[in-house]
């Protein structure tokens, strides 16, 4: 028993480490390619270097969003919860560790399998994002009174299923995000992003790109994303270091000036940003071209489903755009939650920015300036009213002071709470069956492509043309 958990230990380790599973599936294309030795080792390499690169930039941008968060809540005097998948996690880590490893890997094992077998061919490759959704159903299938191997089998049965579907449902709003780059959506937030693209769709209109809006000769250095970066987030962090006050800030800056201290992090938040954009080119750049190894001799039709700073590239400007709009639905939401008489769900900025900035890449695929002015604040209500209402459910559990940010595990916990709550093990069944025909229906009708919702012959065809 020992040597299987620690094998298990072992594994999960690899698995919720992005970088190595990405690494991974290059190392496989590539070989499956018979690619020369030297090939693979730099194809292999690029992808981890790339998403480690990636995920520096990130660390960078949630530490300096921290005293950001910080400062906002004492200067606004703003007491409640902020939603944090990390924190979950870490509570319910002690309680279900096991059966979140064991949901962990039979979910990923299932996820090539179904990609294999089923029209949805998309592999999930965001390693950590399984991790906190193992987290999620071991905890919310457990209170519902499963246990043992019944607990794992259903828990990893639906993490494998969602990786493959989830990825569908958006695929023809993803398409438009990449213009052509065989990728998809692998990021748990993405029915925020789907709902800002549709409401993208109805309110503007895509040729109006955020990219192309037209600034005068001598706002020209706007168009330097880094530069509008730092520019937008110093305004940020100075405004809320003056609303908090310099005696609060200096406890923040280790004797630094307060408003030097608050320049610097919007400066240093533009670097982490930089740094993104950075790994995300090289793991495009190797990530791709390894993959149709895998798409042409392992899971015919194959398409990687990557993080969502990995779409931060197509649409820069959005990013910013995105980022303000969702914390500006993610306060609005807040004060109708008070006034509501509910727990009151403080914006984080860590979901708004890397949630909201995609939604707003999104929306601006769909409805240019507008559908990302929009949608990204359509992203930020739901963001903050979905949280609040996966608290109590969380809260039996013991959870009462935190709640997943990112829509996909707020709905999704939902959605299995109050099936168990209300019909106990029937209504757990009802959705594993209504899962189960989802996966396995579409293999029994016409579509126009091999992989659901994604190009069709023609577009292939005409992106061959393009590419030649």
């Known amino acids: 028993m020992e040597l299987l958990t620690g094998t298990l230990e072992f594994l999960k380790d690899i698995l919720s480490e992005p970088a190595l599973l990405i690494g991974l599936m290059s190392l496989v294309g590539l070989v499956a390619l018979k690619s020369p030795g030297h090939k693979i080792l730099t194809g292999t390499l690029g992808p981890i270097l790339g998403y480690l690169m990636l995920s520096a930039g990130a660390a960078f941008i949630v530490e300096n969003l921290a005293p950001l968060g910080l400062m906002i809540e004492h200067g606004f005097n703003i007491q409640g919860v902020v939603p944090n998948n990390e924190a979950v996690v870490a509570a319910a880590q002690e309680l279900l560790g096991v059966e979140t490893m064991s949901i962990l890997v039979l979910g990923l094992v299932l996820n090539i399998v179904i990609a294999r077998f089923t029209k949805y061919k998309y592999v999930f490759l965001t390693g950590h994002h399984s991790f906190f959704m193992a987290c999620l159903l071991s905890a919310v299938l457990g ?65 109006d790109n955020t990219e192309n809006i037209d600034i005068p000769e001598k706002w020209s250095f706007l168009r330097n994303t880094t530069i509008a970066t730092a520019i937008t987030m110093i305004f940020f962090y100075v405004i809320s270091a003056i609303v908090a006050g310099p005696e609060f800030v ?18 240093k938040f533009a670097v982490g940003v930089a740094i993104v954009y950075a790994g995300v080119r090289m793991i495009l750049a190797d990530l791709i071209p390894a993959f149709q190894g895998i798409a042409t001799k392992i899971i015919p039709n194959a398409v990687p489903a990557v993080d969502c700073a990995v779409f931060f590239t197509y649409a820069q400007t959005a990013v910013i755009i995105g980022f303000v709009c969702s914390f500006i639905g993610g306060v609005i939401g807040m004060v109708v939650l008070g006034f509501a008489g509910g727990v009151l769900i403080i914006p984080g900025l860590v979901p708004h920015f890397f949630c ?28 903050t009213f979905l949280p609040a209402m996966l608290l109590p ?15 996909d595990f707020t709905v999704l916990g939902i959605l299995i709470g109050q099936a168990g709550n209300a019909l106990n093990m029937a209504g757990i069944y009802a959705i594993l069956l209504i899962v189960l025909l989802a996966l396995v229906i579409p293999n029994f009708v016409k579509t126009k492509s091999a992989a659901l919702n994604n190009y069709t012959t023609e577009d292939e065809d005409n992106r061959k043309v393009r590419g030649a």
Request: charged share 10%.
């Open 143 to 207: 209170a519902t009174g499963l246990e043992g191997a019944q607990l794992i089998i259903i828990g990893g049965f639906l993490l494998g299923a969602w990786s493959a579907i989830s990825p569908a449902i958006g695929q023809k709003y993803t398409l438009k995000v990449t213009d052509g780059d065989e990728v998809a959506m692998g990021h748990f937030g993405s029915l925020g992003y789907y709902l800002s693209a549709w409401v993208g769709s109805k309110v503007g209109n895509p040729s």
């Open 250 to 267: 200096s406890t923040l800056s280790n004797g630094t000036s307060p408003l030097l201290f608050a320049a610097m992090a919007g400066l």
């Open 393 to 407: 459910v969380l809260g039996e559990l013991g959870f009462a002071n935190t709640t997943f940010g990112d829509f």
């Open 356 to 383: 909201g900035a995609t939604a707003g890449i999104y929306g601006n695929a769909t409805g240019g300036r507008k559908g990302a002015i929009i949608g990204s604040f359509v992203n930020g209500l739901a963001i």
